[in-house]
């Protein structure tokens, strides 16, 4: 068995920030996007890119856009029973990663902007989510869709959702 050449692997001793981690995982995914084949690997590898760096930009400090979260009436109903509720993309990452692999490529600001504007969640009960499921809305937006509302999903199915204070997360 031949030895591992570890000559061109950098080795790094400091942890990168929550943003310099969001906009390298930003930049490869464009990078895949633009270099690579457009097939079922590149788009699962750039689906999984931007699933990271979603998960990144929650935790970068929120600076405007409906970066809040969310819950629902049966949401709270369902945390306070003691069930498990669910947690849900206001907008759908499968939403941003579908724009992204079937239009032309976006630029790494493009990109940024569609991940940190699908970053907030809101909390809601199975049975809304079930809803979701029922209108074909779990991974997609309505298709009147103005590219502004990011609750339109739940407007579409009923679902009445509030900004969740800090005091109560």
Avoid at 21 to 46: G, M
Avoid at 119 to 127: F, L, N
Avoid at 141 to 159: C, F, H, Q, S, T
Wanted: net charge positive.
């Amino acid at each position: 068995m031949r030895p591992l050449n570890t000559a061109n692997i950098r080795r790094k001793t400091t942890r990168s920030t929550n943003e310099e981690a969001f906009w390298h995982l930003i930049e490869l995914a464009v990078h895949l996007l633009n270099e690579r084949p457009p097939n079922s690997a590149t788009t699962y590898a750039v689906r999984e890119l931007v699933r990271k760096a979603t998960e990144k930009a929650a935790k970068l400090p929120l600076t405007s856009g409906p970066y809040t979260r969310y819950i629902s009436d049966a949401g709270a109903q369902t945390v306070k029973t003691g069930a498990v509720p669910v947690k849900d993309h206001i907008v759908p990452i499968a939403y941003v990663i579908d724009l992204c692999t079937r239009y032309l490529p976006p630029s790494v600001e493009e990109l940024a902007e569609r991940v940190k504007f699908c970053r907030a969640t809101a909390v809601i009960s199975t049975e809304e989510d079930q809803a979701l499921r029922k209108a074909g809305l779990v991974k997609c937006m309505p298709d009147d869709w103005d590219g502004v509302n990011p609750l339109a999903r739940y407007e579409k199915v009923g679902i009445i959702v509030r900004p969740i204070r800090e005091s109560e997360s």
